[in-house]
């Protein structure tokens, strides 16, 4: 709102000067890189040539290998896993926001479980489900379950006493003050989680094909970077970081216009 | 509608915090149908916490508070409550939000829909009910805060310092308007407030309550027609009265 609004002449050449000098940066660099492979200064094992990377790119993306048979895997795995730890997330965090007892008795548990680093366990997800969609949505599941716990409590404690007197006044019943007051004032926090973790999951997707799988886009970076294919490798990190940047556009898209359109922008900033 | 007066019979609160603070003590107070009657203090005497165990939101230590024939322990479909800072809920429309108490009371969507813009009509703010409530101005919010309250067509309307948070030219603005809708469709209404003016401009009765702990000190019956005037010279010496009652208060030991 505020730099649309306050465009002066000045600050938009000061912007257009600003985008020149990334462009030519990142131009700069990549012809570099091309420079030192073409004039083998450094191998292409090593650094793909950026053209060669581009080539690549548009091989996968016409079908080349299996890519999108590879890319539904992997968002199956993604939103599989993904979606299961938003709906458990939120009514675990919830229940135990709800219910206090409930919070005392599990806190300790939530806060052992949550320190885990959830790579370490992913070996021994292998050997207990094996190399499948299971083992993907279980590891992806696993990161993203407990922020989404701890968010939707933080945010649950966020209700104004205020909000939830004029509930009372009205003669709201508990199941009314839960869905009417307690879940819309959670929301913003709630979100904050599902934008992180939907990134990680995809992280917890990708890793898991990386560690073990048969298909999947982990997988065939994987394969790419054991045959030293450098540019293959190099195209799949591209797409899979387009497939990140998606998601999370995704979420960002649905907090602004369906669950958070009331609030003003700048609040969102920090 | 006879009998949707309050009759509140020795209520005293005492909160458990480090130690025991008492709030209010052996309250007794009649509130006539249709009467409009200012519970005037300063902070901390009390006159929240008496409101709201007159609308149901807390309960008293002893003593009782009865609407008409009907003891009051919970919150009543009968009373309307407008809060000091209105606490819209930010998520919803300004339209939604009138709508609440009809929808938390199950009434359909079109029903309440027509009932929530009717009664933004009624404060003034016929085009507001599709923006949110941050679009508002404090004032406007404020009127909001009124049709929420209103749209459940109460007997009886419990006011918290509903004009404590604007500013002043609002505020009378906001007093004008209330005396307007009492005028049009009279309910039985308490107000708390801690401004004497504010008190003066609008009751039948001011009742002043003083701290440590809340009792009612004084009860002054208010006759002069309204729209009243502060430089009306009856209500001026009403009003030295008053303030020299509150200083002569502070002068003894407690």
């Not at chain 2, 805060?145 to 509903?162: H, K």
């Amino acid at each position: 709102m505020s730099t649309s609004r306050t465009d002066a002449p000045a600050a938009r050449s000061r912007r257009a000067g600003l985008v020149l000098g990334q462009v030519a940066l990142l131009a700069g660099v990549l012809a570099l890189c091309e420079a030192l492979v073409r004039g083998n200064v450094v191998s292409s094992l090593y650094l793909p040539a950026p053209t060669d990377v581009l080539d690549e790119v548009v091989l996968l993306l016409s079908g080349e290998n299996g890519f999108y048979g590879n890319l539904a895997v992997t968002l199956q795995e993604f939103l599989t896993g993904y979606l299961l730890a938003v709906a458990a997330g939120i009514l675990f965090g919830l229940f135990l926001a709800l219910v206090p007892l409930a919070e005392a008795f599990f806190r300790p548990f939530l806060a052992a479980l949550m320190a885990v680093p959830k790579v370490t366990v992913i070996p021994l997800l292998t050997l207990w489900f094996g190399l499948g969609l299971g083992h993907k949505v279980i590891i992806v599941f696993l990161f993203c379950f407990f922020p989404i716990v701890y968010n939707t409590i933080a945010g649950v404690k966020q209700t104004s006493a205020d909000h939830l007197k004029v509930a009372r006044s009205f003669r709201a019943s508990r199941l009314q003050v839960v869905t009417k007051v307690v879940l819309p004032s959670a929301v913003p926090t709630i979100f904050a989680a599902l934008r992180v973790e939907a990134a990680a999951a995809l992280v917890g997707a990708i890793f898991g094909e990386m560690v073990a799988s048969k298909a999947g886009l982990g997988n065939g970076l994987t394969e790419a970077t054991s045959l030293y294919d450098t540019p293959r490798a190099f195209a799949f990190i591209i797409l899979i970081t387009l497939v990140s940047v998606t998601s999370v556009t995704v979420i960002d898209q649905l907090e602004k216009r369906v669950f958070l359109k009331w609030r003003p922008r700048q609040s969102r900033l920090r | 509608m006879s009998g949707q007066g309050f009759t509140v019979t020795g209520v005293s609160k005492t909160y458990e915090g480090s130690g025991l603070v008492q709030a209010l003590d052996g309250i007794d107070l009649t509130v006539g149908e249709g009467e409009f009657v200012v519970l005037l203090g300063r902070s901390g005497c009390g006159k929240s916490t008496l409101l709201e165990i007159m609308a149901g939101l807390q309960t008293p230590t002893s003593g009782t508070v009865r609407l008409g024939d009907r003891e009051i322990t919970a919150p009543d479909e009968r009373i309307g409550v407008v809060f000091q800072d209105p606490s819209l809920y930010p998520w919803r429309t300004v339209g939604r939000n009138v709508e609440l108490g009809l929808e938390l009371a199950g009434v359909p969507k079109a029903r309440r829909r027509a009932v929530a813009q009717e009664h933004l009509e009624l404060v003034g703010l016929p085009d507001v009910g599709n923006k949110y409530p941050r679009q508002l101005s404090g004032g406007m919010r404020q009127r909001v805060g009124i049709a929420r309250a209103l749209a459940t067509r109460p007997d009886v309307l419990l006011m918290d310092e509903p004009f404590g948070a604007v500013d002043h030219l609002t505020r009378l603005q906001l007093q004008r308007d209330l005396l307007r809708l009492q005028a049009e469709d009279t309910r039985t209404v308490v107000f708390v407030t801690h401004d004497v003016a504010e008190a003066i401009v609008l009751a039948d009765r001011i009742v002043l309550l003083t701290p440590g702990p809340g009792r009612i000190a004084r009860t002054w019956d208010v006759s002069r027609p309204r729209p009243r005037t502060l430089g009306d010279p009856e209500l001026t010496v009403l009003r030295e009265e008053i303030y020299a009652h509150l200083e002569d208060r502070e002068r003894q030991p407690r």
